[in-house]
């Protein structure tokens, strides 16, 4: 390794020489935190049917993760009256966030600020109020441009497929 590179390479973490870094794992790492997304907030079971969408399959995979190591969660909750929608009231999310809560007591509760295709800023500010330990924030406008695939019987809430081409307007107000 040239004398530039040594430079710009903290001699605490020489990622470049393999052995000195595995010594380094063996000597012991700082813990590590595990942070799951079971889903997003847009596809669903039209996508893959291991896409948990019910408040009740949510929480089921949360609990599968937590049990191999996953410390913290980001939640995408969904509208039980219509499961390919973001949730958009408080109790919905409440009632997420319990579930979790009942099957990994100790887990770090992420929710969403993300919302779904058609949230508005007070729909998507929900989540705060059903008390998770952390919420995501977009600080930026979000550009998107993507198509959805057709959700067809017998699933809930089947649709025609979706293209979505938008900018949401996140601002600093």
Request: with cysteine; glycine share 6%.
């Amino acid at each position: 390794m040239n004398d530039r590179v040594k430079q710009a390479i903290p001699s605490d973490w020489r990622y470049a020489d393999t052995y000195e870094f595995m010594e380094r794992v063996r000597e012991g790492m700082p813990p590590a935190m595990i942070c799951v997304a079971c889903n997003g907030g847009v596809q669903g079971k039209e996508s893959s049917d291991a896409l948990p969408e019910s408040a009740d399959e949510i929480a089921d995979s949360v609990y599968g993760a937590y049990r191999t190591g996953a410390s913290i969660v980001h939640v995408h909750a969904r509208k039980p009256s219509n499961l390919t929608e973001a949730a958009t009231t408080v109790e919905e999310w409440w009632t997420v966030n319990s579930k979790i809560r009942e099957r990994c007591p100790d887990i770090i509760i992420n929710n969403t600020t993300g919302g779904g295709l058609n949230s508005t800023m007070q729909d998507r500010l929900a989540c705060l109020d059903a008390k998770p330990e952390l919420a995501s924030l977009n600080l930026t406008p979000d550009m998107s441009r993507f198509k959805l695939k057709e959700r067809k019987a017998p699933l809930p809430n089947p649709r025609g497929s979706i293209e979505f081409d938008d900018c949401v307007p996140f601002s600093y107000g």
